[in-house]
């Protein structure tokens, strides 16, 4: 394919893509396929031959179409959102176009300096405390990870390095393998289960502390924890904090963990992968209070900020905390501005050496979307939520179980876990609309999230019409059912 074809066949693919997302409810949001699907249907070996690109693009809808899962569909109400734009689409096909492997300044000034400054825009716009901006000349900064899983990870092994060494100074006579043996996480047992991964990839023990009735860590259950680890001679190093759990949207009490963390020495970060975005609200930015007791913080702008995947937004109030845990500098990657004090080598702040040009996708969707644009995009889902929520309570078989904040609305049949399985089986089967269940204690529970860009209040009203005619369907097969028996 040579540049006079790329242009023909670019228009085509992007005429493709548009179609695709404008004519995407008519599709059925989750797939008619069963596991194995793909192999009989593409040959067993690459072809020895060049195919023509008509070839190729008639096989996307007979082949990759049947099996995916339209997570862009006014349909899709599982998981949290995966954001998309076109301005953010449009920015990935630059940033695959440059294809630079951006893992210092000097292997593209241009990437590595947008997303500093990318950073401190987003940053701004959460109102997050000056020290985690980089700015002119700040100890902070941010950077973009590949998901919130990376960002804990990366702040977790920062955290256990900086501990080890300030353990070593105090105990000299303790090795750094006694020390590991000591070392302690915690998280909330809301958490994401990536928290718990992180601390089995680093080597540590982690601990799940005792959320209350409404799903939150409070300073009362981390202090307990800690005294009796303490106790016992252990050696605690981290906190993760969840702003927005993912069973049910909930937030742990930062203004009461983060004055324990700062006076125990351990590393508070703040997992906010979906609410994160929401903060740009001013009337949401209250769930962020107590984010200056932290060392990091996290959340997506590729769930909930228009900006597809990947686009993990961290930030560290220390960056030499992550330097200093990561940093290696063989000669073929050095160069002559490293030591200038003005310049950024990512390759320090991540786990991979390379990295894409993903600051543009930012720059785009900030630019064209301004923040009112990116405000309204949350108010709407929320708005959207809270409906959900009204109309789910005008029925009395139903019952709402966690206050419904975001865009994130749990609810169930009231009655049993089986009963509530069997619905949920019953709306995946119909293929109508799609949702995923969550956990919260041992009650079984329905998430209804709201995720996609072009969602409206239709989608919604059919969305709980079609849940409530089949818990209807449900219920009298039950009734019939125990007549017979």
């Known amino acids: 394919m040579d540049a006079a074809e790329f242009r023909k066949r670019g228009k085509e693919m992007v005429d493709y893509i548009a179609d695709y997302l404008e004519k995407i409810e008519k599709r059925q949001v989750f797939p008619d396929v069963e596991p194995g699907y793909l192999r009989p249907l593409i040959p067993d070996c690459a072809p020895q031959d060049p195919e023509s690109f008509e070839d190729v693009f008639k096989d996307i809808e007979k082949i990759i179409m049947p099996g995916v899962t339209h997570w862009h569909s006014p349909y899709f109400f599982a998981y949290f959102p995966a954001a998309s734009s076109f301005p953010a689409l449009l920015a990935d096909m630059l940033c695959g176009g440059i294809g630079c492997v951006g893992f210092s300044w000097a292997a593209s000034p241009a990437c ?29 900064g941010g950077v973009i990870q590949g998901s919130a899983s990376e960002a804990t990870l990366i702040s977790l092994l920062a955290a256990r390095t900086k501990t080890i060494r300030r353990v070593q100074l105090e105990k000299p006579e303790l090795t750094e393998a006694d020390i590991m043996g000591r070392l302690v996480a915690y998280a909330s047992d809301q ?77 508070m970060h703040i997992d906010a992968a979906y609410a994160g975005s929401a903060f740009i609200c001013p009337e ?21 900020l228009l900006v597809n995947f990947d686009c993990s937004a961290m930030w560290v109030k220390k960056r030499s905390d992550l330097t200093g845990a990561f940093k290696l500098e063989p000669l073929y990657l050095q160069h002559h501005h490293q030591e200038s004090g003005l310049v950024t080598d990512y390759r320090h702040w991540q786990i991979p050496l390379g990295r894409r040009f993903r600051s543009l996708k930012l720059w785009f969707v900030l630019r064209m979307y301004g923040v009112t644009g990116l405000q309204e995009h949350i108010r709407k889902h929320v708005r959207l939520s809270h409906q959900f929520e009204h109309l789910v309570l005008q029925d009395e078989r139903f019952e709402i179980c966690a206050e419904v904040v975001l865009g994130l609305v749990c609810f169930r049949l009231k009655g049993s876990n089986e009963l509530n399985k069997a619905l949920l089986k019953s709306i995946n089967e119909a293929k109508k609309i799609h949702l995923v269940p969550c956990h919260l204690r041992e009650t079984f ?41």
């Not at 984010?291 to 769930?303: G, I, L, Q, T, Y």
């Not at 019409?465 to 818990?471: E, F, G, R």
């Open 112 to 140: 590595t300096e947008l997303e500093t400054v990318m950073l401190d825009w987003l940053g701004k716009m959460i109102n997050l405390p000056e020290e985690f901006l980089a700015g002119k000349d700040g100890q902070g």
């Open 191 to 267: 958490a994401h289960s990536s928290v718990e991964r992180a601390a089995l990839i680093g080597g540590v023990k982690i601990k799940n502390v005792s959320s209350d009735d409404t799903f939150s860590v409070c300073g009362s259950a981390l202090k307990k924890v800690l005294d009796e680890d303490k106790a016992s001679g252990l050696i605690p190093f981290f906190f993760c904090a969840t702003l927005g759990t993912t069973p049910c949207c909930s937030f742990d009490k930062l203004l009461e963990l983060g004055p324990i963390c700062n006076k125990e020495n351990i590393w």
């Open 284 to 304: 949401f930015r209250h769930l962020l209070n107590g984010v200056e007791f932290a060392d990091s913080f996290n959340f997506n702008p590729h769930k909930w």
């Open 445 to 485: 529970v329905l998430r209804f999230a709201i995720c996609s860009r072009t969602v409206e209040s239709t989608h919604i009203k059919f969305a709980w019409q079609h849940i409530s005619q089949l818990a209807t369907a449900l219920l009298k097969t039950g009734e019939q059912n125990h007549h017979q028996q």
